[in-house]
């Protein structure tokens, strides 16, 4: 990684981590901080902070630099979701997972199988997706997240332009939420088909 890179993660980790108990999302505001990131390559600097953080910090820091997710095309999620699964670091996986779907809305579990794997990398890929589970409760926005969102005064319509962007590439937007109620009902009428 660029020494650049590391530098500005790190101090940035140091700032919020050093802050923690008195805000919640506030790094947008920070004087400095947006320049500086504009500065630095957004693929690496995006793949660097999920190998190293926790998800949760890395979705409070990424949903306040949408700026940084400009400068991201197919290719470089592409690259990200690799280097993710090469390192085995499926925390970091599943939030760029997690993070894609919610606040790019893109389909980023239909991207992430569609990317070409070596044999020990697919193996890594299953692993991640036979544990079953529901995807949709870290795929979709929840509550919280938007509670938090509206308490810290981050305005998410930037991430459009990206999503607009991504999608003219050829990744597919999220699929909407179905409901519990809605499935198990669509469930009962394909039965009886």
């Known amino acids: 990684m ?3 890179t590391v530098e500005l993660s790190e101090e940035i980790y140091g700032i919020v981590d050093s802050e923690r108990e008195k805000i919640k999302l506030t790094f ?9 990131l504009s500065s630095v390559d957004a693929k690496e600097f995006i793949l660097y902070n999920f190998l190293t ?3 949760s910090y890395v979705n409070d820091l990424f949903i306040q ?3 940084l997710w400009e400068r991201i095309n197919r290719s470089n ?3 990200i979701f690799v280097e993710l699964t090469k390192q085995e670091k499926y925390e970091g996986l599943v939030g760029m997972l997690s993070f894609v779907s919610k606040y790019l809305k893109l389909d980023s579990i239909d991207f992430y199988k569609s990317i070409d794997l070596n044999e020990k990398d697919e193996s890594a890929r299953d692993y991640i997706f036979d544990g079953g589970g529901n995807w949709s409760g870290i795929l979709h926005k929840t509550s919280v997240d938007m509670r938090v969102i509206k308490e810290s005064n981050i305005d998410l319509s930037s991430f459009e332009v990206v999503t607009e962007k991504l999608i003219s590439e050829g990744i597919k937007p999220r699929p909407k939420l179905v409901s519990k109620k809605k499935n ?9 088909k």
Do not use: M, V
């Not at 947008?28 to 500086?36: D, N, P, Q, T």
């Not at 198990?184 to 009886?192: G, H, Y």
């Open 65 to 67: 630099t949408p700026y």
């Open 77 to 79: 999620l592409s690259d």
């Open 184 to 192: 198990i009902l669509s469930r009962i009428a394909s039965f009886w």
């Open 2 to 4: 660029n020494k650049e």
């Open 53 to 55: 953080y926790s998800s």
């Open 28 to 36: 947008h505001l920070k004087e400095g901080f947006k320049e500086r």
